[in-house]
């Protein structure tokens, strides 16, 4: 990076510093030098320039008009070439130029600007050559780190060898996947995940009490999957800088993309033991050599949890068994977890007590939470299977406990299938078109009488079934006369068709108000 500080330390160009400018201004980087002595030249001066000038405009403009057009510019400062006419800087032009806080320089008379242009092109050369020498070595010892396994740590670590930024690289669903000089807490990994997911990504994310920080994608097979940060905001990152960062973030893609190979194949595994346990015959005894690829012990008892999204037309979100595969890991728990479209589900080993099972299962809910904050997960469990034989069933009955929470609007987002009602569990078996259809035929003229005359006939029949359909309990729940909760039963009879003192017709209306409640 050259600069007038960097031209200053050439003694052959005979410089002399007369306006050092604000503080830091001799240490900017020099865009280029321009040669003008146009009167107003800031249309053709780009940003950072180094304006070079003998001064001929003074006869058209005032000093300060010509310093205010250079400053305009944005220009990195004057730099003023003494001649047999004008053997100093003229004085209007150095109070000008303190004025402005603008640097101005002073060239002797005896070089021409032709020399500082060389001067300028080899330097500029230089540092090509430097960047180009400092690229290829970088990326050699990028592309050594990952051939050794270094992983995502091991390349930032190559990369804060040249440059000691605060760097991490994060995936699309707000993990950190490494960090070198840099800590990030939950809510910023979340705003980062949130950056990546725009189309095209953010170029900057802002951490809060961290800052703007720039971000730069890593995608492997043309998707973006995670972003190399660094926690400092673009405008404050010089070129060399930025090229390593853009260098690194390419280098990342391959060590993602090892990674998602890798998640791949294990996936895969999982999805083939699930289908093992379910074919049963002579695939299932393969079961127990591939639970312990898993670290999962095959003779001992085995819990079963399915996991999904409720009340959403997709049951499963991509990343969800990465996920849930963390998760159990931060618990010290080896699980096989293999992901489908209407759930993901586990299998671990459980010799803890059965009844502890549960509380892991909320955890669990808590942290997918924490991950897909605008969506409910519910997690379905089974009793626990002695063995590896006895999966099964088990895997069954996970999953149809799962299968019914989904259809809940409300409620505890983890049950186990020994304690789901009857009457849910059959209804669970329904599909949604089916049960809204059976609620809106049998119960939709009482709901209709309702909406036309302000009534409370279907709260009332609620009440009756829930009291068991005692006639003082239910009277002295709706705080009504007994007579008046007699004339709305016989109005609910007339308009469903259903004798509400027959069992096989409270069942009916039980039922149509319970597939309600679960559509």
Known sequence: MFTLGTLLHHDELELRLLVPGPVGALERPLAWVHNTELPDPSRYVREGELVMTNGLWAEQVPAARFVASVKAARAAGIMFGLRAETPRTPEDLVAACNEAELPLLEISIAVPFTEVSRVVAAMSTDERKQALVSMVRRGDALATAISRGAGASGVLDVLRGDHDLPLAVVDRMGRSLAVAGAALDADQLRAVAEGLARRPPALEVDLGSAGRAALFPVGAVGDIDAALICLRPLRELGAAEREALEQTARFLSLEVAKQQAVQAIEMRFASELLEMVLSGGRRAAEVPGR???FGVDPSGPLAVCAVAFAGEEAATVHGLAEVIGELFALEGVPAVVAGGTQDVV??????????????????????????????????????????????????????????????????????????????????????????????????????????????????????????????????????????????????????????????????????????????
Do not use: M
């Open 346 to 519: 586990a299998v671990l080993p459980w010799r803890q007590p059965e009844g502890q099972l549960p509380e892991l299962a909320r955890r669990l809910v808590s942290g997918i939470e924490r991950r897909f904050p605008r969506l409910r997960p519910v997690v379905g469990l089974s009793g626990l299977a002695p063995h590896a034989a006895e999966l099964r069933p088990r895997l069954l009955q996970s999953r149809e406990a799962c299968r019914v929470l989904r259809r809940t609007r409300t409620g505890p987002a983890v049950r186990g299938f020994a304690e789901l009602g009857t009457h849910r569990l059959l209804l669970g078996l329904l599909d949604e078109e089916t049960l809204r259809q059976f609620s809106d035929d049998l119960l939709g003229p009482l709901r209709a009488h309702d909406a036309r005359r302000g009534g409370e006939l279907e709260l009332t029949l609620r009440a009756f079934l829930d009291h068991d359909g005692q006639w003082a309990a239910t009277a002295g729940a709706l705080h009504v006369h007994v007579n008046t909760l007699r004339n709305r039963l016989a109005k609910i009879v007339e308009l469903t068709g259903r004798d509400v003192g027959r069992t096989e017709d409270r069942v009916d209306l039980f039922l149509a108000l319970a597939a309600d409640a679960v559509d």
């Open 291 to 293: 639970l312990r690829a």
